[in-house]
C-alpha cells in the first residue's frame, strides 16, 4: 500500500465519526522504485492532507528532509517534488494493519493490499 492510497483511506466503522487518519502498525515495509512524473505529483499535492502525509513518513522512517508544508509554488520545485513523489509512491506497506483512530478496529494490509471490508455487524 502506497502512502497515497493510506492517505485517502478512512474507517466506516458504524458509529465512528473519526475514521482518519488511520494509523500504520508495519510488519514490513519496502521500497519499490516507480517512475518520477513532477506533473501527477503537482496534481495531487493539494488533494492530499499533507500533515498527514509528513507524520506517516516520518514513524515509517522516510520522512526525513520533508517540510511541515508544500513551498510556496511547489509545483516547479523539482526537488520538493521528488521528495514528495518518494513518500507518496515509492514507499510501501507490504505487511500490517491500519488501525482506526476512534474505534481500534484494525485493517489488514497483505501483499501490499489493505483489506477495508466490514464485518456485518460494523455496517
Known amino acids: ?13 458504524k458509529g465512528v465519526k473519526n ?7 508495519a ?4 521500497l519499490k522504485a516507480v517512475e518520477f512524473n ?5 496534481r495531487m499535492i493539494p488533494k492530499l492532507d499533507w500533515t498527514v502525509l509528513k ?3 516520518e514513524s515509517l522512517g522516510h520522512g526525513a528532509g520533508l517540510p511541515d508544508n508544500p513551498p510556496p509554488e511547489y509545483d516547479s520545485n523539482e526537488d ?3 521528495s514528495a513523489h518518494h513518500v507518496m509512491l515509492e514507499v510501501e506497506v507490504v505487511e500490517g494493519e491500519l488501525e ?5 478496529r484494525k485493517f489488514p494490509v ?3 493490499i489493505p483489506n477495508m471490508l466490514l464485518k456485518e455487524d460494523e455496517v
Open 1 to 13: 500500500m502506497k502512502l497515497l492510497t493510506h492517505n485517502m483511506l478512512t474507517s466506516h466503522v
Open 19 to 25: 475514521g482518519y487518519p488511520l494509523r500504520i502498525l
Open 27 to 30: 510488519k514490513e515495509v519496502a
Open 38 to 42: 513532477a506533473e501527477f505529483i503537482a
Open 55 to 57: 507524520v506517516t513518513a
Open 80 to 82: 520538493f517534488l521528488k
Open 100 to 104: 482506526c483512530p476512534e474505534s481500534g
Open 110 to 112: 497483505s501483499e501490499g
